[in-house]
């Protein structure tokens, strides 16, 4: 991680490897100097990117922050406390050079993340149950926001949750996949619902496959 030579996506294939040069250390005064408050958005948004990496011509997790990916993720993580949430970004600070998770480099918090997967390092194992607990909830999430394909995940809906359709639009796709921009569906190479128009040339071929029998 973090080496020319070896691609960011690594990390959701492994997790243990780099927590060998972190030294067991004891967290105990950390975790009592933890602030009340953190900066969530910040933090979530650098657990997105971590977790989902973007790259030149790799798009991912930080492609669709001009969309507000982060808020949608958060709206499912309102569960996590904000003690708890200071807690995880400060938790870095006795393995990674004295500096919380926003203020490590992308490798380094590739390394924290798998530190807290690996556990064993960690001594308080209340606390280590915590960061695990924020790691996971944390994961979950972003997966699912990113791989249902948002931000065209749904139509824009009224008031009465009735799909808004373009105007002239007779079809009715209410869950389409654009190539407006490079979605989880595009990276996971899932096309999404059928277009009308790959609809009508199935209809056509399986009619003519009807009448040849």
């Known amino acids: 991680m973090g080496k020319k030579d070896v691609s960011r996506r690594d990390f959701l294939k492994t997790t243990g490897m780099g927590a ?37 011509n790799d798009p991912g997790y930080k492609t669709l922050e001009p969309y507000n990916i982060t808020a949608e993720v958060m709206k499912g993580l309102t569960g996590i406390a904000d003690e708890d949430l200071a807690l995880f970004n400060d938790g870095s600070a006795p393995f990674l050079g004295n500096k919380t998770f926003l203020q490590l480099s992308e490798s380094e918090r ?34 699912v926001v990113y791989y249902q394909n948002y931000p065209e995940h749904r139509i824009t809906r009224d008031a009465n949750d009735i799909p808004i359709l373009s105007p ?28 009308w128009e790959e609809e009508e040339r199935r209809r056509a071929y399986y009619k003519q496959i009807d009448w040849q029998e």
């Open 20 to 56: 060998a040069a972190i030294p067991t250390v004891a967290v105990a005064a950390a975790q009592a100097q933890v602030a009340s408050t953190v900066d969530r958005t910040a933090v979530f948004a650098a657990l997105g990117d971590t977790i989902i990496p973007s790259e030149p």
């Open 168 to 195: 002239g639009d007779t079809h009715q796709i209410t869950n389409p996949n654009t190539k407006r921009l490079r979605t989880g569906w595009d990276v996971a190479g899932f096309q999404g619902p059928l277009t």
């Open 110 to 143: 590739a390394d924290y993340l798998r530190l807290i997967i690996e556990g064993s390092r960690i001594a308080d194992k209340q606390l280590l149950g915590k960061l695990q607990s924020i790691y996971r909830l944390s994961r979950v999430r972003v997966l």
